[in-house]
């Protein structure tokens, strides 16, 4: 009895099967949801002590959300995939040497520290429903990203992710991207921690002497400015094009950039507004 019981859904003594209804891809990076429940947590905390506030409650709120906006931006955009990012319909081979070909959505997602790649087939029969990857590749060490290219090899991805891995790994005369991307993410990396200090200090600052908590939160915004523009003097001078049959990936910013850009003009908006209302 207790044989069969432990036996539910397995097949000749293997492990059990899950079924295509209970698969899904990964839609979201974990730790992005930790951000994300972190900071909601704290504003909604906030919101419950909000009314025994009695003095000051509109520039108390102000600052509070302004606060948890900022700090929930520089660590969201620090481990986003979203700050170059490309997409394009594809008729192609899914492996090298193969006649059969599928339509499928190519999406690659250029963040700091890697990349992320999708393939999603367009099924028009029940055979190609199972083309759904998603596939992270890291470039936090010089040479960490053709490590991770040599493993896809052996793995055997498909045809368009290795080659538009292969694109990124090379580091040749002519085929420097990756080392581009990898440059611009690692000073990005850099000033956005920075920026993340810059953002602790300010609320001790703003608690204690508000003065120089306006000043802090200054130089957190010329920090978040300074991180687009150093990100955007060190991509690539010829942009990156990966031709597939069927369609071309063009890279433009992503949501990331644009995030951190509308965080620190914020920032600098609401201090201008700040001094002019004196």
């Known amino acids: 009895m207790l044989k069969g019981w432990f036996d539910a859904f397995r097949s000749d003594g293997g492990p059990t099967l899950y079924m295509h209804s209970n698969r899904t891809p990964v839609i979201e ?3 992005n ?3 994300y429940v972190s900071f909601s947590t704290i504003f909604f905390a906030f919101l419950i002590v909000f009314p025994g506030i009695r003095k000051e409650k509109f520039s108390t709120f102000v600052s509070v959300t302004i ?3 900022i700090g929930a931006v520089i660590l969201v955009t620090n481990y986003g995939t979203e700050w170059h990012v490309a997409q394009t319909k594809i008729y192609g081979p899914h492996h090298a040497f193969s006649r059969q070909k599928i339509e499928a959505n190519l999406g690659v997602r250029i963040g700091l520290n890697g990349v992320n790649i999708t393939l999603k087939a367009m099924p028009k029969n029940i055979l190609l429903e199972d083309i759904n990857y998603n596939e992270r590749f890291s470039w936090i060490g ?5 490590e991770e290219y040599r493993e896809a090899l052996v793995k055997g991805l498909p045809y368009p992710i290795l080659t538009t ?3 990124l790994s090379q580091d040749l005369e002519g085929f420097s991207w990756g080392r581009h991307y990898r440059l611009a993410g690692y000073y990005s990396y850099i000033l956005l921690w920075t920026a993340f200090f810059l953002w602790l200090v300010m609320n001790i ?3 204690t002497v508000p003065r120089y908590g306006a000043y802090c939160m200054q130089l957190t915004g010329g920090i978040m400015l300074l991180t687009n523009a150093i990100y955007t003097l060190l991509l690539p001078r010829k942009p990156l094009v990966i031709p597939f049959e069927g369609g071309l990936l063009r890279f433009h ?3 990331c950039f644009w995030l951190v850009l509308a ?4 920032i600098f908006y609401c201090t201008i507004l700040c001094e002019t209302s004196k």
């Open 29 to 31: 990076d974990i730790r």
């Open 33 to 35: 949801i930790v951000i």
């Open 67 to 69: 606060s948890l906006f």
């Open 142 to 146: 010089a040479t960490e990203l053709k």
């Open 165 to 167: 891995a292969e694109y």
């Open 205 to 207: 600052l703003l608690c």
């Open 253 to 255: 910013y992503g949501w």
């Open 263 to 266: 965080a620190g003009m914020l």
